[in-house]
């Protein structure tokens, strides 16, 4: 699976949009980007995944740049129930395959009141 | 979207007990559910893929004998942690994998506290 680089940690305001980077630049033709996050002692929830068109939904947006290099998930009205971990996956197959996901580090969202 | 429910959300045991954490996909059949491990301010690690009605797959440095896993139905998967000690205090979480659609779902997790 290709390798994903996100900034440790993040601060927002509430109720301004959070965008959360991340870079995957050996990302392969057919890898897709998932994103999930992890509120603290809760198991992790899934947000939002893409290929490479740009997707929405009710809780996020994902932006996929063109060359598919990096991605930005984007959480329009950011509340402190936002405040968790978020992790950006890059994997082969839709739903992690035969495999599990693998967890990087990710993005400690914090934010503030 | 998909539920899986996992239980007990922490449990304290005395060391050299055994534990059971209990796994269920409550309205999908999961072939396949996967444990992952996490301890404090660390990411979750995978240790072992469950299949259904075949032994479980054990990550690199995960000890089968430790960790015993069952997945005797499609709703179904066990994580029974043999003579526990203090340094298999963690937080565990297991996902299941609905293939109606195209993502991971996770249990709640289980602290596990060995004294």
């Known amino acids: 699976d290709a390798k994903t680089t996100q900034p440790p940690s993040m601060d927002c305001a509430e109720g301004r949009a959070a965008n959360l980077p991340c870079n995957h630049s050996?990302?392969?033709?057919?890898?897709?980007v998932y994103w999930y996050r992890q509120i603290h002692s809760q198991g992790p929830q899934y947000i939002i995944h893409?290929?490479?068109n740009n997707e929405t939904n009710e809780m996020a947006s994902l932006i996929i740049t063109e060359d598919r290099k990096s991605s930005t998930l984007i959480l329009p009205h950011a509340t402190l129930r936002d405040t968790a971990v978020y992790y950006c996956?890059?994997?082969?197959?839709?739903?992690?395959?035969?495999?599990?996901?693998?967890f990087g580090k990710g993005t400690h969202l914090i934010i503030q009141p | 979207g998909a539920v899986v429910s996992q239980h007990p959300s922490r449990v304290i045991c005395k060391s050299g007990t055994s534990v059971k954490i209990e796994c269920r996909s409550l309205?999908?059949?999961?072939?396949?559910m996967f444990w992952y491990r996490q301890f404090p301010k660390q990411s979750l690690m995978l240790m072992a893929t469950?299949?259904?009605?075949?032994?479980?797959?054990?990550e690199q440095g995960v000890e089968k004998d430790k960790f015993l896993i069952n997945h005797a139905s499609l709703t179904l998967s066990t994580l029974t942690v043999t003579s526990a000690h203090p340094e298999d205090s963690s937080f565990y979480i297991c996902?299941?994998?609905?293939?109606?659609?195209?993502?991971?779902?996770f249990g709640s997790g289980t602290q596990l506290s060995v004294l």
């Open positions: 996902s299941a994998r609905d293939y109606r659609e195209e993502k991971l779902f």
């Open positions: 050996t990302i392969s033709g057919n890898e897709y």
């Open positions: 893409g290929l490479k």
């Open positions: 996956i890059v994997r082969v197959l839709p739903g992690g395959g035969a495999d599990g996901l693998t």
């Open positions: 309205d999908f059949q999961a072939t396949t």
């Open positions: 469950s299949n259904e009605g075949s032994k479980a797959t054990y």
